[in-house]
């Protein structure tokens, strides 16, 4: 039988690993084009986090307008960024705490709870978004929250899903080291 507790070296990288898969997202939602999108042809309206572009259905040129100038464009790039340069701390910090033989489980415990700072600042940014956007931005046609603002969410649920991880992670600190006595039951006939 194969046993492959957190101890075990293989394992013990799977929550790093996470956090860096949460990184990946979360670069494709800062840089990507897709946070909202025409729906069908003509694709007339294209955003990101930092711009707004708009285009006529004969004109083949984008016209771009920075969401930068609101007051709402700011909050919602400046939380969600602020997210992510903690989760990077995060990583580098879960890098460090891994790579000691003997893992701090109090070190591990903080930084649940700095990904759940994570987590709020993402949601903040997240929720700005979108209901700002749709509230002063004139949409045209039909529009969808599209990939890189699905990319945002799925970098913030894995940063939530970590966040328990690390914070129970300390409750089985002696099943993890191995420091626990295996218990044997045995029945007589």
């Given at each position: 039988?194969?046993?492959?507790?957190?101890?075990?070296?293989?394992?013990?990288?799977?929550?790093?690993?996470?956090?860096?898969?949460?990184?990946?997202?979360?670069?494709?939602?800062?840089?990507?084009?897709?946070?909202?999108?025409?729906?069908?042809?003509?694709?007339?309206?294209?955003?990101?986090?930092?711009?707004?572009?708009?285009?006529?259905?004969?004109?083949?040129?984008?016209?771009?307008?920075?969401?930068?100038?609101?007051?709402?464009?700011?909050?919602?790039?400046?939380?969600?960024?602020?997210?992510?340069?903690?989760?990077?701390?995060?990583?580098?910090?879960?890098?460090?705490?891994?790579?000691?033989?003997?893992?701090?489980?109090?070190?591990?415990?903080?930084?649940?709870?700095?990904?759940?700072?994570?987590?709020?600042?993402?949601?903040?940014?997240?929720?700005?978004?979108?209901?700002?956007?749709?509230?002063?931005?004139?949409?045209?046609?039909?529009?969808?929250?599209?990939?890189?603002?699905g990319f945002g969410w799925a970098s913030t649920v894995v940063v939530i899903g970590c966040a328990f991880f690390f914070c129970c992670l300390p409750n089985w600190e002696d099943e993890v080291l191995g420091n626990i006595k295996p218990t044997y039951y045995y029945s007589s006939p």
């Open positions: 039988m194969v046993v492959c507790g957190l101890a075990c070296w293989r394992c013990r990288w799977l929550l790093p690993l996470l956090l860096g898969l949460a990184i990946i997202m979360g670069i494709i939602a800062l840089a990507g084009r897709g946070w909202l999108e025409s729906e069908s042809e003509p694709y007339v309206h294209q955003a990101s986090l930092w711009d707004s572009c708009t285009r006529s259905k004969q004109d083949l040129n984008w016209s771009c307008q920075s969401l930068m100038e609101y007051g709402w464009g700011r909050a919602a790039a400046a939380t969600y960024l602020v997210g992510f340069v903690i989760l990077v701390i995060c990583f580098a910090l879960a890098v460090i705490a891994f790579s000691i033989e003997i893992l701090r489980f109090n070190f591990v415990r903080g930084i649940g709870g700095l990904l759940f700072v994570v987590a709020a600042f993402q949601i903040i940014g997240l929720v700005i978004y979108p209901v700002k956007f749709t509230e002063e931005i004139p949409l045209m046609g039909d529009n969808m929250f599209s990939w890189a603002y």
